[in-house]
Nanobody, 120 residues
Framework: QVHVVESGGGLVQAGGSLRLSCATS????????MGWFRQAPGKERELVAA???????YYAASVKGRFTISRDNAKNTLYLQMNSLKPEDTAVYYC??????????????WGQGTQVTVSS
């Protein structure tokens, strides 16, 4: 059974930083792409960043230059370093594992999400 667990969310002021972590188990981590998605109230879920098994990365235009996705294959853990946070980054952030893609349907296991709130 595959488990995906996010951590690191919280409340931060605009301009601040947070680092999200995502621990996975139950599958060979190194073989799969990983992605961070987010969903704000009243909005559709969107891909924030993704990283392939080989280390290729993708960023949404809204976070490029501010967020950094990385993975530690020895620890089966995915990270999202978020800098220069804006109130519009407020959302529930989800970690997912699957195929390297920008659409959520290619990711087959998801975490429960962690809340990120950015105050102005």
């Amino acid at each position: 059974q595959v488990h995906v667990v996010e951590s690191g969310g919280g409340l931060v002021q605009a301009g601040g930083s947070l680092r999200l972590s995502c621990a996975t188990s139950g599958r060979t981590f190194i073989n799969y792409a990983m992605g961070w998605f987010r969903q704000a109230p009243g909005k559709e879920r969107e891909l924030v960043a993704a990283i392939s098994s080989g280390g290729d990365t993708y960023y949404a235009a809204s976070v490029k230059g501010r967020f950094t996705i990385s993975r530690d294959n020895a620890k089966n853990t995915l990270y999202l370093q978020m800098n220069s946070l804006k109130p519009e980054d407020t959302a529930v952030y989800y970690c997912a594992t699957g195929r390297y893609a920008i659409i959520s349907e290619y990711y087959d296991y998801w975490g429960q999400g962690t809340q990120v709130t950015v105050s102005s």
